[in-house]
């Protein structure tokens, strides 16, 4: 008895409560940020537009079925998801990082200083500390509208500069640069304007104050280690993606009984089957098995695009185009072993 009580119990809360996203707390008081960000400003950041994107978020992820999804999955594969699923989640991450990089300096706190090892990677990479800062300003400064810029760990555990539109973020499947941000600038005017106006520029030099090195080196530490770096270095590969894109709108179709898509578009699925068969194999997946299955690949879209150019039957369409989706799915399935 005592078992079903628990649980009825737990799959009440289950539903109710398993996928909310919640507004983190900020460490210090709104006030606290003045020597940068006015108080004003950081509560309306926080209270307003953050709460927003959270709320936002859950929303989105619930009219998407997408419950259960961790943050990180939803950024990842953000080219699959709604756009308010792609914004919200972006939001939630994006500023969640940013409040735990700032610090301000009060009698009880104080930035903390960067970690040898960030230390060294930052003169690897960047030649100095102020090389970084100027690229890091330049990447804020040039981001049209709104956006962020970055300093990412990347799959080769590099460290980059690279800015984003929106609330975008090197996560995503739709990033130019890939990896773990493990510092942000919001550069969106809703972060400044009330002190700084459109003067972006002093703006930037003011966070450069409150930037916490002691936290951004524990997340770069945290970073070079991290499933999700590992995960990303696996899924950023462009080309397998736009195959995809291509044998969704043809294969689904098909499988619908419309075969008008795939008549279209065999030639297309044929060419990003080349694409990928030429293209770098991630290096995780640098395997025999995979490299003979693009082969394969192109092999079968080849044959399914000469069929469609004798104008054949969708019965024999359809055994090929199973039979491409069959050989794309031990490339995937091998993708996430
Ligand atoms: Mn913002």
Redesign the pocket.
């Known amino acids: 008895m005592k078992s079903i009580i628990y649980l009825f119990v737990f799959s009440i809360s289950g539903a109710i409560f398993a996928q909310d996203f919640t507004l983190p707390e900020l460490q210090f008081s709104y006030d606290a940020y003045e020597q940068g960000i006015d108080a004003k400003t950081m509560e309306i ?1 926080h209270s307003k ?2 709460r927003g994107y959270v709320r936002k978020l859950n929303k989105a992820v619930s009219e998407s079925k997408l419950e259960g999804k961790s943050l990180e999955d939803l950024l990842m594969y953000a080219s699959y998801r709604t756009l308010g699923v792609r914004n919200n989640s972006g ?1 939630h991450y ?2 969640t990082l ?1 409040w735990e990089i700032l610090t301000p300096t009060t009698e009880k706190s104080a930035p903390g200083i960067p970690s040898k090892s960030i230390e060294n990677a930052i003169k690897k990479h960047f030649g100095s500390m102020d090389a970084l800062r100027k690229q890091l300003s330049v990447a804020a400064a040039k981001r049209f509208g709104s956006g962020w810029a970055w300093l990412v760990v990347t799959p080769n555990k590099d460290l980059v500069v690279s800015s984003s539109p929106n609330q975008d973020n090197p996560i995503m499947d739709v990033s130019d640069v890939r990896g773990i941000p493990i510092l942000g600038i ?1 550069v ?1 005017e ?2 400044y304007y009330l002190r700084y106006q459109n003067k972006r520029g002093d703006y930037l030099s003011a966070i450069w104050s409150l930037l916490d090195w002691g936290v951004v080196s524990e997340k770069y530490d945290a970073a070079l280690n991290s499933p999700l770096l590992a995960k990303i270095e696996k899924e950023n590969w462009p080309e397998k993606n736009a195959f995809h894109k291509v044998l969704a709108q043809t294969f689904h179709a098909a499988e619908k009984g419309d075969f008008k898509p795939l008549r279209n578009m065999s030639g297309a699925l044929y060419a990003q089957a080349i694409l990928l068969q030429d293209s770098d194999i991630p290096k995780p997946l640098l395997k025999p098995e995979v490299s003979l299955a693009l082969v394969r690949l192109e092999k079968k879209c080849g044959a399914l695009n000469k069929l469609v150019g004798k104008n054949a039957r969708e019965k024999a369409l359809m055994k090929m185009i199973v039979a491409v989706h069959d050989i794309f799915h031990e490339v995937q399935g091998l993708c996430h072993d």
């Open positions: 950041h537009h953050h939001g994006n500023h940013f919001d969106w809703h972060a």
